[in-house]
């Protein structure tokens, strides 16, 4: 989609939003750009499992979901993180709708592998028809959740970015994250390939925080997303995912 940022935050990054973040998406917004923000919650999800008693247990990065943590998930994601990023967005006067998977089935997913993640899902299909007129006057937010049926899934929040950028064929992908990019001894990385990715993680400088949000950042750009950037702010170029491999 022409003009089109995909934007994905972090749940406890929302509580640290700088006024700089605010004003780089009133200055897009208007030149006419298309801002579509994917938010997580992952630490507070944690924090309330463990109040409530409830296992947390990970695979390979990945929340292993059953029921009940999907249902506190969905109450998390939907009832308490976005809601606090569309208050934000109102204080700082940017039209913005909040929306969710079920919104006229706005994301389908299928399982990742059900044995293993329980319901953990990858997202398949956007209802474009549904979110272009939405993303052509407002900022679009919505949760990394999608249906498969009638069944919710949970899905890693930098993946569903990924796949939402690439299915959209977005222009821009940003990751933000808590550092100023991928970093190798105290300094950021300005542009990454697949080889030095690959070297990277053997030498565990790449650790498994970023890991995942690395292998999405390739699949955006693998999918035809022009520009993918991991980084902590919208007006920095952070760390740029570069699809070659370097000799």
Known sequence: MKDLIVIKIGGTSIEQLRPEFFEQLRLWHQAGRKILLIHGGGREISALTQKLKLPVKRENGIRITDQATLQLTRMVLLGQTQPKLLVQLLQHNLPAIGLN?????LLQGELLDFAKYGYVGR?????QAFLK????????????????????????ADSAAAAIASLLQADELFLLTDVPGVLKAGQVLPTLTVAAAKRLKAAKIITTGMQPKIAAAFQAARCGVNHVNITNQ??????????????
Do not use: C, M, R, Y
Not at 142 to 155: K, S, V
């Open 133 to 156: 007129p939405l993303l052509q006057k407002q900022l679009v937010i919505t949760a990394p959740l999608a249906l498969l049926g009638n069944q919710w899934l949970n899905i890693n």
């Open 123 to 127: 997202i398949t299909a956007i209802n």
């Open 234 to 247: 919208l007006s920095a170029t952070g760390t740029q995912i570069i699809q070659k491999e370097d000799f």
């Open 101 to 105: 998977a079920a919104d006229h089935q």
